[in-house]
């Protein structure tokens, strides 16, 4: 009887946890609802909300990754490493091989190229001691014109953004345009269901950007490194390991020298000038610096490229591990290519990058496929490399960023702010004798503009690649010139 009544309270200890009650009286079977207690009513209330999240399907907003910022380790800094060299094939995979051997991550680059000048702009994340290493590794790099650390400086910093969005018609369409307005993003595309906007800007604003967009969901992303340039008349020098041009042997083309307060070389001002942006190997021959460090607006002029060539852009995705952008460019540079533009910047998804690369190659193969189809083969079988799209012969817009400082004087300001207003540029910093303007377009916009400051003295350009996207339109420009559009009788 003992173990009967020890197996019955079992069983009523049991059923405690069970909402529902049976009793049993007078021969009937009665099935109520016990009363819980405030904490199992709370954690029930929890599990409900954590199965209604997991069960709930996306309501159409596209892949949204919300990317929080963690804090940096202890003794890490972010540092802005500008390093401007002569350009040559397989120079790119060269640089990117001393961070990756060193196992430091790039953040961000951008690279503006043109066909004998290069200027990179890197920023990595790392300690004092081993940035000053990697500094003193790339200034011993052939043909090397500068390094320098630009973070402690004063300086303008800009990035570009491309931005595909997955709005419906209607008021979340309406609200896009106006927060479009309000960060002054451009409107470079409408799909049915997606909106493409460009915006130009320092990285918290970029930054606020994404995060205000987030909620209508996040398509496509293309981000371009930081630039910068100085403010002021300050003008990015060489590094001090570098030998000094003789005074004796300017260049027939270089261009005027200027001190500090704007005036010319050779004035009675009694400061140190500074000198021609070249230097010599000895005292008769130059060296590869026989031009000076400002660079042109486009990559090479009509007539530099071969007919029978073209340039294609491609868009590629890969992991953000260390060392992964020399291994992509070193397939490029084991073949000979020369990268005319190269953007390395976060993608859409979290632990992804995206690289927008531009490369000349034959026109089409003796096959009859893409003149850089087997190039395309050998990048999608690196392990990093998770997708890889042409967007050449596909409707895409692209776009590049320019900051450009300029001689001006005072009354020369109206001149060059009416100038800058026509191509949709804005000044961004004013000094004394210079100003600097920021320009957004495609290349031939550049160097219209640039062919216009030529005559006021251009001092100094930093320029991003192009960063690009397909459009959801179905059509631009390009496309159409290779699309029959009937005849006129």
């Known amino acids: 009887m003992s173990i009967l009544n020890k197996k019955l309270s079992n069983a009523r200890s049991s059923i405690l946890g069970c909402p529902y009650v049976r009793s049993i009286t007078d021969g009937h079977s009665r099935v109520y609802w016990r009363k819980e207690s405030p904490a199992l009513q709370r954690t ?3 599990v ?3 199965v209604a999240e997991a ?7 596209g892949d949204v990754y919300v990317i929080e910022p963690k804090p940096l380790e202890e003794g890490v800094e972010k540092h802005i490493i500008s390093i401007f060299v002569a350009d040559e094939p397989g120079l790119i995979n060269r640089v990117a091989g001393v961070f990756a051997r060193r196992g430091a991550n790039i953040e961000s680059l951008a690279v503006g ?3 004998d000048k290069a200027l990179f702009t890197v920023v990595i994340a790392g300690k004092a001691a081993n940035v000053a290493n990697l500094i003193k590794q790339l200034s011993k790099l052939v043909k090397v014109r500068y390094v320098e650390d630009i973070t402690a400086t004063n300086r303008i910093e800009r990035e570009l953004l491309l931005l595909k969005l997955r709005v419906q018609q209607g008021s979340a369409r309406a609200e896009v345009l106006q927060l479009a307005q309000i960060f002054r993003a451009r409107i470079v595309d409408v799909g049915d269901n997606t909106l493409s906007l460009s915006v130009t800007g320092d990285p918290g604003k970029l930054t606020a950007l994404l995060k205000v967009m987030a909620k209508f969901g996040v398509v496509e992303l293309a981000r371009t490194g930081r630039i910068c340039l100085r403010r002021g008349e300050a003008l990015l020098e060489r590094g001090t390991n570098l030998p000094e041009s003789p005074p004796s042997s300017p260049l027939p083309n270089a261009r005027p020298k200027t001190s500090a307060t704007g005036q010319s070389a050779g004035s009675d001002s009694g400061e140190e000038e500074r000198t021609a942006d070249v230097y010599m190997v000895d005292g008769s021959a130059s060296g590869v610096w026989d031009v000076d460090n400002v660079l042109e607006a486009t990559y090479a002029s009509q007539g530099q490229v071969p007919t029978d060539y073209k340039a294609y852009t491609l868009n590629i995705e890969v992991q953000d591990k260390p060392g992964v952008l020399n291994q992509v460019t070193q397939v490029f540079a084991r073949r000979g290519y020369n990268v005319q533009s190269l953007v ?7 632990g992804m990058s995206r690289i927008v690369m531009v490369v000349p190659g034959k026109v089409s193969s003796p096959d009859g496929s893409s003149g850089i189809s087997p190039l395309l083969k050998q990048l999608s079988k690196l392990v990093f490399v998770e997708d890889i799209t042409d967007l050449t012969d596909i409707p895409f817009v692209n776009r590049e960023l320019l900051l450009v400082k300029v001689r001006c004087s005072a009354s ?6 009416d100038l800058a207003s026509i191509f949709r540029g804005s000044i961004v910093d004013v000094a004394t004798a210079s100003v600097t303007i920021e320009v957004l377009g495609k290349e031939d916009k550049m160097k219209a503009f640039t062919d ?4 006021y003295g251009i001092l ?5 690649g192009r960063v690009a996207m397909s459009r959801d339109s179905g059509v631009n420009s390009e496309f159409l010139e290779r699309m029959s559009m009937g005849r006129v009788l």
Do not use: K
């Not at 390395?344 to 979290?350: A, F, I, L, T």
């Open 452 to 455: 216009l400051l030529e005559p």
């Open 412 to 417: 020369q300001r109206g001149e060059l702010r």
């Open 44 to 46: 029930r209330a929890d």
């Open 48 to 50: 409900r909300v954590r």
């Open 344 to 350: 390395v910047g976060p993608s859409e998804r979290e």
């Open 113 to 115: 190229l043109t066909v």
């Open 55 to 61: 069960t709930t399907p996306n309501q159409g907003t």
């Open 460 to 464: 100094e350009i930093a320029r991003t």
